[in-house]
């Protein structure tokens, strides 16, 4: 902790957090001054006191992280940046929430140095917080000892009611608490509002109670005095057994005559007059707009050299460590890169077993020998590990007191998960993963969506991917989910057939640094592909390629995952009758779309008619076979039976296939 400031100071420079947030709404006309209003003193207090942070080195490894989960507030977070030296002007400040500024309506990772989570989606951040602060204690154990221990980090969230509402919240806080994450602070933005009014209209139960069953460690003070958040604070970081929670009590548009403690305050400008006699009643001058007085200015300078020299030191340790260990630094550096080996595709497809299996099954084998190349790879399940089969070998279980291993249990909480594997991803070191059946996807789609918004290299596997599933039936029979996640812009969603497509997505993703994918993986077991054309690893990358086919064929079939062994059999049957068919898989659309409109024409040429299959929604085929082409796929629920009945039931065997096409091209 640093020495306090004086509480005068303090008083200071809470309020100038306040009516920096306060103009930036006012000048928008557009915003949320209420939070900022409410929170600035917790704010100050953690930024003033306690952060480890340097803004001129803002990836620093062992910087404290700060996670505005209450997304809504952020001009809070733009507010605390500016002042503590980032790279955010006063302009900025002043071009909140316009075209292009670098102060967008809710906090983006990526967009705003400094900004650690892109929030917004409540809950998503205090999940993402977990997943920070369990990284976190999965490098301290690998890497920290009685010599030097460069993880130190600690991982400090503002959340709001709204937050704590959430099921997100309840799911990855009870794994928090589980695990016995005690370098993780939540701040609980306490203010009884919520944008409808009072939060007593939906939410009366005690979350101090609640947290504390978690096995959190619970504070509750008076968010407006800063000794008592000063000492809660340094409590919470002194419990290194538990993550904690200190409930902070605040007044919602603090200072408002009007709109404090009113619903108002929450989403909406206070308007000009309102603005103005907030400003009187803390003291504070109603003009110049955006006023920073030159004693917090140069407070937060000082805070920023104390943050460089912090970070300088623990560099000069870290290179004098380094040099003595440079097996663990090896270590080190491979986490931190997610570096993977040049020659991983090859060495990816040389694992995947050329024989019979389901693609979960080839899955299983080509991540033995991810984890075995990519030391960072770490992931699990959302209680499912034994049925998605991602379990790493000879890795070990991460647990109560128990870090050092790389196999992750979620238990059976989906959304948190999906949060928790993009909160490793914000943190910057391992390469994380998470996995469950395709149908529960829903389950977790926020946190799909902001890994690709965020342009996280995070991993999904989903299996049991369709009608194949059989008998538990039509709940668990995913039937518009693939095409659900093909509109995520920016998620790679791969679709494998065999083996070979199987090792081929695992390296696609393993090899991505712009953002996430999605594995989708079959439960019933497939045939090898057989490939008579020479198809080599820079046409398996292309997201499309030409399985079989000649230069005149009648039709084109495409297909994916299991049902590319239907179009092969299909060609076979043709093939018999001296009608040829060309069968071209597509693994990943995605891929496939962004290649050159050359390499799309020579696999669809013009004026030949394009067939597709896939046991799934039909609308996105529909696209590429045109008017006149025929989609095969499943535009209802599933049903209860065998996976082999399903299958003869809904069309997907050869036989079936065969048919459509003859009588399509008939």
């Not at 953690?46 to 620093?60: G, H, I, N, V």
């Not at 030097?148 to 799911?171: K, T």
């Not at 024989?355 to 990519?374: D, I, Y």
């Not at 049902?563 to 040829?580: M, N, S």
Request: charged letters at 20%; aromatic letters at 8%.
């Amino acid at each position: 902790m640093s020495p306090a400031p004086s509480a005068a100071l303090s008083n200071v420079g809470a309020n100038t957090i306040r009516f920096l947030s306060v103009d930036a709404v006012e000048k928008a006309k557009s915003g949320h001054p209420g939070l900022p209003m409410g929170a600035a003193d917790v704010a100050f207090v953690l930024w003033s006191r306690f952060l480890r942070y340097d803004p001129t080195a803002p990836d620093w490894a062992d910087r404290d992280r700060f996670v505005l989960s209450a997304g809504h507030g952020c001009m809070l977070l733009y507010s605390l940046l500016h002042l503590a030296g980032y790279d955010l002007s006063m302009a900025d400040l002043q071009s909140f929430r316009q075209w292009g500024s670098k102060t967008p309506g809710q906090p983006e990772f990526g967009h705003t140095v400094g900004v650690e989570a892109t929030t917004g989606p409540l809950g998503q951040g205090l999940a993402n917080a977990i997943g920070m602060a369990l990284a976190g204690k999965m490098l301290a154990t690998r890497f920290n000892d009685a010599e030097f221990q460069p993880v130190a980090h600690r991982v400090f969230v503002l959340a709001s009611d709204g937050d704590l509402m959430e099921g997100i919240s309840s799911e990855a806080s009870s794994l928090a608490g589980h695990l016995g994450l005690g370098n993780l602070i939540v701040l609980y933005d306490d203010n009884g509002i919520s944008l409808d009014g009072k939060t007593s209209l939906s939410f009366s139960e005690d979350v101090p109670a609640r947290y504390a069953a978690y096995g959190w460690h619970v504070q509750s003070v008076d968010g407006h005095d800063h000794d008592q958040i000063s000492q809660a604070i340094d409590a919470a970081i002194a419990d290194r057994t538990r993550p904690s929670l200190v409930a902070c009590k605040t007044h919602i548009g603090y200072g408002a005559p009007h709109k404090q403690d009113s619903a108002e305050a929450h989403g909406s400008p206070l308007g000009a007059d309102e603005a103005k006699a907030a400003k009187g009643a803390l003291g504070w001058p109603v003009e110049p707009a955006f006023y920073v007085p030159d004693e917090v200015r140069d407070f937060f300078r000082a805070r920023a050299a104390e943050g460089a020299a912090l970070r300088t030191g623990w560099e000069q340790r870290f290179a004098s460590w380094a040099h003595d260990h440079p097996v663990k630094s090896a270590q080190w550096d491979a986490i931190w890169t997610r570096s993977v080996p040049d020659d991983l595709m090859a060495q990816l497809l040389g694992a995947a077993p050329a024989e019979t299996a389901a693609t979960r099954e080839h899955g299983r084998a080509v991540l033995q020998k991810a984890a075995e190349l990519v030391p960072g790879l770490a992931g699990g399940a959302a209680d499912l590990a034994s049925s998605t089969f991602t379990v790493i070998k000879g890795g070990g279980d991460v647990g109560p007191g128990s870090f050092d291993g790389r196999n992750l249990h979620f238990g059976v909480r989906e959304h948190a998960m999906g949060a928790i594997v993009n909160g490793f991803a914000y943190h910057g070191a391992f390469r994380p993963f998470g996995s469950t059946f395709l149908v529960f996807a829903d389950y977790m789609r926020g946190a799909i969506r902001v890994a690709a918004l965020s342009k996280l290299p995070v991993v999904f596997i989903f299996t049991h991917d369709s009608i194949f599933v059989g008998e538990d039936g039509p709940t668990h029979e995913p039937i518009e989910q693939i095409a659900s996640l093909r509109l995520i812009p920016n998620l790679h969603v791969w679709r494998p057939a065999d083996g070979v497509e199987t090792a081929l997505a695992w390296g696609m993703a393993l090899e991505r640094r712009d953002g996430p994918s999605a594995l989708v993986l079959s439960r019933q077991k497939l045939p090898a592909i057989e490939r008579p054309l020479r198809i080599g690893e820079r046409e398996l990358r292309r997201g499309g390629y030409l399985v079989a086919g000649d230069d005149t064929p009648r039709a084109i079939v495409a297909a994916t995952g299991s049902e590319l062994h239907l179009a092969v059999g299909a060609r076979d049957a043709f093939a018999k009758r001296g009608v040829k068919l060309n069968v071209v898989s597509i693994p990943c659309v995605e891929v496939l779309h962004a290649q050159d409109a050359a390499y799309r024409r020579d696999l669809f040429p013009e004026g030949v008619p394009v067939a597709t299959i896939e046991a799934g929604r039909t609308d996105l085929w529909r696209g590429l076979a045109g008017p006149r082409g025929l989609t095969i796929g499943i535009d209802r629920y599933g049903a209860s039976a065998p996976g082999a009945v399903n299958g003869e039931e809904f069309g997907f065997t050869v036989e079936a296939v065969t048919a459509k096409i003859e009588a399509w091209l008939a």
